[in-house]
């Protein structure tokens, strides 16, 4: 598993989302890559021929949630054998929440840490001193997304998170299955599968949606006007609706 935290300062110009991007893991600093001479992240355990996924999540003032999230899905992938990668988009400044165009951020930014690499910096002490190095790395190539809300845990291993056909992006939890949103038809979020390509096709998320909701409505109207469909999960799991998924929140 590799895990990057993107921290987004969004603000809204014309049809512009500009993020500026700062990537930790713990004591890890990382930034954009100048040099295309980068290793790849663990290429001595990639198989490149398998389908692996980025799991995007979209955050802020959950970190409680995401200690539980992050370990949660990790071990539910594991045992599907599902390759992935965690990108974690935080929205630090004080918009509110747009949930879409993190989601886009972390489309964009992961495919850069994939393509062009990142430089990442290293503090480590000894004794009483400081040391910095750095180096250029570049993550596993991930094939499809899933557009992961952090409050939801999957439950049931009948639930898989395998690569979209061509047809169009899978939804996880449509509103048959959803614990709290069963009764809103038109539901479209919390989780969705979706290939890179697609994505891209349709030109990913609305940036123009503050505050939460209605993103995930325009995102379907999208995927029809490039003739996607949106592929449900069985709907004769809905006895099993309250074990499909579980609710975090804190």
């Not at 993103?215 to 499909?244: A, P, Y």
Request: glycine content about 4%; some cysteine; hydrophobic content about 40%.
């Amino acid at each position: 598993m590799a895990l990057c935290f993107f921290a987004a300062f969004l603000y809204f110009t014309k049809h512009y989302i500009v993020s500026d991007v700062i990537i930790r893991i713990s004591d890890w600093k990382w930034g954009p890559a100048d040099s295309q001479n980068c290793p790849v992240f663990d290429h001595s355990k990639e198989d490149l021929t398998i389908n692996r996924m980025a799991v995007l999540v979209p955050f802020r003032d959950r970190f409680t949630e995401l200690q539980e999230f992050i370990p949660h899905l990790n071990n539910f992938l594991n045992n599907q054998n599902v390759r992935h990668t965690f990108f974690i988009i935080n929205q630090v400044d004080d918009l509110r929440f747009n949930r879409g165009a993190l989601l886009n951020v972390g489309a964009l930014e992961s495919l850069e840490a994939e393509v062009n690499g990142i430089i990442v910096e290293s503090i480590t002490q000894k004794n009483s001193l400081y040391q910095l190095s750095s180096q250029c790395l570049k993550l596993p190539f991930t094939k499809y997304l899933a557009l992961h809300d952090v409050d939801l845990l999957p439950e049931d291993p009948a639930l898989k998170y395998n690569m979209p056909s061509e047809l169009g992006p899978i939804h996880l939890i449509p509103f048959y299955l959803h614990p709290r949103y069963y009764y809103f038809k038109e539901y479209a979020g919390g989780v969705l599968i979706i290939k890179r390509t697609q994505y891209s096709l349709v030109g990913g998320m609305s940036n123009s949606f503050w505050g939460w909701g209605r993103e995930d409505d325009e995102f379907q109207i999208r995927l029809k006007s490039k003739g996607f469909k949106l592929m449900l999960v069985n709907s004769n799991w809905q006895i099993s609706q309250q074990t499909l998924f579980s609710i975090v929140f804190y």
